[in-house]
């Protein structure tokens, strides 16, 4: 069978494509069907992704979806089922944990829930031999019931690696995964989600062995280029004998640069210094909050600001680079708490090579998510509203969203210094500003 993933860009830059996509694509092709993206980029009309999707001539249309993907996603199919009567499935993120509302949309088909691979290959195996479709574990018809959920898929290692076609990834800059699931507990995270959603069933954290995370990217190399590795894993550093082992294995045997994201509680120097030894560049630590009240009893974060400090200083040591991640406009937060993150994340600048500055919004699923419905935070039209991490869309009772874009005007401000200041002051007054032009295109685009 023909199966064509429509990829919904929102935003022109992110690089790579939604990767479990990318997944089902292996799984798929290593049966015998055929799998094709079709990129619709930021410009891209509904009519123009009509046509390309009728030209591709797909037996079966899939599409990932995240929050911020959706509204898009909705005007495009829309548009492709007026043109075509080709099914429809999406899933991800979104349609996980908003079935409904994307089933009741106007050409959508299908929903998987959860993990795509096994419920994918049922559904296009039914397709494909006229049997229903109905009463395929994780696969949401339209106008049918909730489905059971079947197990995730284990081991990891037995899922082929992924289809690096659907990526779009260039000059030997990869992404890899090693593993599921996040065991931690953040109030505001779409991603653990996946932890509820298969609690009855079995436990959704799994990882690869070294072998097979080694093998793959040993593929890689002896295919083309391996210049760079971007390890996607929501915190690369859970498990530490098995990051130690990796270390060990990938520096002997591969040693090419790679970045991850971690945080702070799981690291010590030690491990530092030998993700260091390996290879590793740039580290990610999501810091979220300067105010240990709303890190510790709102979203479920415990770390001290000592501790980031102390992680931060260390990692710089280690010559790795870092990032650190901010939100601002929490629910509960007030603006006391917005001034502890700004001067968290002032102090923090002598570490960190950047910063990332988001605004809070509650995707679906989540804890605070729940929180914001049953407190009536939510307007009444979120649904309609693009998700977005510029402006908040709450009504929250000890901020308000003034004092949001205050914070977030003063975080843009921030970084526009550090960039002019790592630029050096050498520089002419047209390149500064172009510095500045590009800051402010970041900061509007997030
Ligand atoms: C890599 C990544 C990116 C990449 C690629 C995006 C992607 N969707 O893969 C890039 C850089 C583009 C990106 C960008 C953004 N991201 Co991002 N990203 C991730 C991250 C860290 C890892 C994704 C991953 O590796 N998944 C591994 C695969 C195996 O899992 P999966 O994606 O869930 O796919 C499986 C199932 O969902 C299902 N499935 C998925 N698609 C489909 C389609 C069909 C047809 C079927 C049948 C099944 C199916 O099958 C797959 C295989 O089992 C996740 C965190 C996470 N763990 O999910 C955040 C995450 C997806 N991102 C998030 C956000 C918020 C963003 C941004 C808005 C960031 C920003 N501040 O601007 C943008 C928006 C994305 C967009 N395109 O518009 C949120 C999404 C929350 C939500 N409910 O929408 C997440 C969950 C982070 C979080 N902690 O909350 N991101
Ligand atoms: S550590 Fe990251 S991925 Fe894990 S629950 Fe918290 S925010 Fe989500």
Redesign the pocket.
Known sequence: MRILFIEV???RE?A?A????A??AAFLRERGHEVSLYRAGVDATPEEVAASVRAAAPDLI???L????WLRARELVSAVRADTDVPV??????P??SPTQVLESPGFDYV?L????E??LDLVTALESGEPTTGIDNIWTAGGTRPALRAPFQPLDDMPFMARDMLDEYEGCVHM?TQ?GCPFPCTY???RMYNELYEETANYGRRRSHTSVLDELLEIQRNGTLAYVIF?D?TFTIYRRWVREFCRVYGERLAIPFSLHARVETVNESLIGELASAGCKHITYGVESGSLRVRRDIMQRAATNERIKEVFRWTQEAGIMVTANYMLGIPGETRADLQQTFDLASELQEYALDFGY?VFYP??GTTLFRHCLEKGYLPGDYLERE?N?RESILALPDLQADDIAEYYDRFTALRERQSLERAGASLSDAAQATIRESVQHIATT?
């Open positions: 860009d929102t935003a992110w790579c939604s990767i479990g996509p997944f089902i899939g599409i990932s995240t929050t911020r993907q499935v999406a899933g991800g993120l979104h996980t944990f998987c959860g993990e795509g691979e419920p994918m995964t599921r995270c779409a991603a996607l929501d988001f995707y679906p998700a991490h997030g």
